[in-house]
């Protein structure tokens, strides 16, 4: 590629970072997200130790920390559409690195119990459960609506990294110094999203009136999608995608402790390969304009789905890591391409009522995700969930690909035709 052609690509890819608020939000994500990475990694270890390797018990945990992602992500949605979003996350924030605080020093000071992790597990879903929405929708404020596109795929991104970098550090600190000091890490890496909040200038935000017109009840949302079935197709898919394919939290320590028989540096790898390819895949959308097709949406459904499945039968260790990395790579383009048909397609009005459902379908079925696991590894063993789900996640894309090219016209764009969103957090790429 010729040096002015490159530099033109490299300019497009990287303009939302020409934002200075953006920027500052960017940086402390990265950071704040890396040590959310670390204390996930270190988190499964730590129940794993605590219980005998019970995956029954690493299910029960993950199941607590997301459950209130399913029950009240909508309704911090509607606190989204209609409070300052920055103070939000501002809250949302300082109370995360309170309790990871708390449990990294009780880990610390030898004195946890598995009950200690259930209830500051499901404490941080009821934070993530406002934080979520409030995050997905600031993007709009901080770039803009001729960005956002971009800036939701670069945010992608630099989550991503967030979980190539975290994984793989948490293994060498578990090894090295424990998991109580990865949680103490993580509890100071949240300072570094409410200095990027504090220092952000609230002149240059683009903020819309923040009581939405027409119905703003939670109710409201689900009342526009039963007249959008190129909406409600799309969602359905990623729940089945989310809730059967989309468990590598629990399915990856699982293999690497009772499968490959390996320490918490391999764990780590294992993570980082999955996120090598889904960092691959955002870097990939940074180049997306318009709003993605229902055949593109379910090819890579159907991509991830046979990716997965080829992964549960992965004979070594290095086998696994290999496949991880396409596999990565379809999950977050699968996400990716459904967060931009989900948010191109959507009524200004409803927006973020629609991206905070988004949110739930995609990690609030992580509960329900954690009782498939569990009930399948406890009957037909570890690799049996990474099969059995990947061929289902198969099953479906190819089922909403040939329903795609059947035909059929989606309703017009909304009028400013823009996305809001990035593809999301936590533990779904």
Request: net charge positive.
């Amino acid at each position: 590629m010729k040096p002015e052609p490159a530099r033109q690509l490299l300019a497009s890819v990287l303009r939302s970072l020409t934002v200075r608020n953006f920027r500052l939000f960017a940086a402390g994500q990265i950071v704040s997200a890396t040590g959310t990475w670390m204390t996930v990694v270190a988190q499964d270890w730590l129940v794993l130790d605590l219980t005998g390797d019970s995956g029954t018990a690493l299910a029960t945990v993950t199941a607590l920390q997301f459950t209130p992602v399913l029950l009240l992500t909508l309704y911090g949605g509607r606190l989204a559409d209609r409070y300052d979003k920055r103070a939000l996350l501002t809250g949302a924030n300082v109370a995360s690195g309170v309790l990871a605080l708390a449990l990294g020093l009780l880990v610390a000071g030898d004195a946890v119990r598995l009950w200690h992790v259930c209830a500051f597990a499901a404490a941080l879903g009821i934070v993530n459960a406002v934080e979520i929405p409030a995050r997905l929708s600031f993007i709009a404020e901080l770039v803009g609506p001729d960005v956002v596109p971009n800036a939701s795929a670069l945010s992608g991104a630099y989550f991503t990294v967030a979980r190539v970098l975290g994984p793989a550090l948490a293994g060498l600190l578990i090894d090295a110094a424990g998991t109580g000091t990865v949680m103490l890490l993580n509890a100071a890496s949240y300072a570094a999203t409410v200095a990027a909040l504090c220092a952000m200038r609230p002149e240059r935000l683009y903020r819309p009136d923040r009581r939405p017109p027409g119905d703003a009840r939670v109710s409201g949302v689900l009342a526009h999608l039963r007249s959008r079935p190129d909406q409600t197709t799309t969602l359905a898919l990623v729940g089945v995608v989310a809730l059967f394919g989309l468990n590598f939290p629990l399915t990856l320590p699982l293999m690497a402790r009772t499968v490959f028989h390996t320490d918490a540096a391999s764990f780590g790898l294992l993570t980082a390969a999955l996120a090598t390819g889904s960092l691959l895949a955002a870097v990939a959308t940074t180049v997306r304009r318009g709003r993605p097709s229902a055949g593109v949406v379910a090819a890579w459904a159907a991509a991830f789905g046979a990716l997965a499945a080829a992964t549960g039968w992965a004979p070594h260790l290095t086998t696994a890591l290999i496949l991880l990395v396409p596999t990565g790579f379809a999950s977050m383009y699968f996400a990716q391409a459904a967060n931009h048909r989900v948010q191109l397609g959507s009524d200004p009005a409803h927006r973020g009522r629609v991206m905070a459902l988004y949110a739930v379908i995609l990690q609030g079925s992580t509960p329900l995700g954690a009782v498939f696991v569990g009930a399948v590894t406890r009957g037909f063993g570890v690799r049996s969930a990474l099969w059995t789900g990947g061929a289902v996640a198969l099953a479906a894309g190819l089922a909403a690909l040939r329903a795609a090219r059947g035909g059929g016209h989606a309703p017009p764009l909304p009028a400013d035709g823009t996305a809001t969103t990035p593809t999301g957090t936590g533990s779904r790429p």
